[in-house]
């Protein structure tokens, strides 16, 4: 199986010495090289980073990596763990290319362990943070193009937790099949944004559930955990994350 899984960044930064990994300047266009391969060549969406964030990335590997058999994508600072190497130091804890083998020979989708709010829902956890339209024209084109997500677009709006970070290993026709919905729906809530600020690479976190929970009966998916490669003030993340909730 020829397995690609592209590390977005946009840094110089150390990478995942596995021959599976491919480092990739996301929002490459127009900005100076750093050393890696860039998501502006062949087709690609490079020049909208700003608003897709890591999900230029994606597009350039859903278009361009013809030839894999199963592709994924990771972040330069967040990488899935191994579990056959828990107590070793965080660069020989990520995932390898057999281990991902191995993984796709049982299922079709490879996600991240889930991330709780406890006292958010995903709903008014981005409503506090972003624009609440760009929410509601997400919400009414999925209920327009899709009413067989119904139960999947009201379970994401009122879980607690849920898949982050636009991160995932799928095999390349599930891959194809994500893509082909989740990129045209991206495109309709741009045209009606009065501002780009990120908000489709934090909006499509949120429908990547939907889509995956609608499919849970056709696809076979596995969480792993994941790992941050720096260190973390928690403390003000969490006085960001009350600021926001309070403030809004």
Not at 73 to 90: I, T, W
Request: glycine fraction near 4%; charge should be positive.
């Amino acid at each position: 199986m020829k397995i690609k899984i592209i590390v977005a960044t946009h840094k110089p930064y150390r990478m995942p010495e596995d021959p599976v990994y491919l480092p990739l300047h996301v929002g490459k266009e127009g900005k100076k090289d750093i050393g890696f391969e860039g998501d502006n060549t062949g087709n690609n969406i490079s020049v909208k980073n700003f608003n897709y964030c890591e999900l230029t990335g994606l597009y350039w590997a859903w278009k361009n990596l013809t030839n894999a058999d199963a592709i994924g994508l990771v972040h330069y600072r967040r990488h899935f763990v191994s579990r056959e190497n828990k107590h070793g130091k965080k660069w020989e804890k990520i995932l390898t290319g057999k281990e991902i083998e191995e993984l796709m020979s049982k299922y079709d989708i490879i996600v991240p362990r889930k991330r709780n709010y406890f006292i958010e829902t995903n709903e008014s956890q981005y409503i506090h943070a972003h624009p609440k339209e760009d929410w509601e024209k997400m919400l009414s084109l999925i209920k327009e193009q899709n009413p067989e997500y119904s139960t999947s677009l009201d379970n994401m709006r009122k879980s607690i937790s849920g898949h982050k970070f636009n991160m995932c290993i799928m095999k390349r026709e599930v891959l194809d099949e994500y893509c082909s919905w989740l990129f045209p729906l991206l495109e309709k809530i741009e045209e009606s944004q009065q501002t780009k600020n990120r908000i489709l690479g934090h909006i499509s976190e949120r429908m990547f559930d939907v889509w995956l929970y609608a499919n849970e009966k056709k696809y076979k998916f596995k969480e792993i955990p994941i790992m941050f490669m720096e260190r973390q003030n928690w403390l003000v993340k969490g006085a960001k994350f009350l600021w926001r909730k309070l403030v809004n």
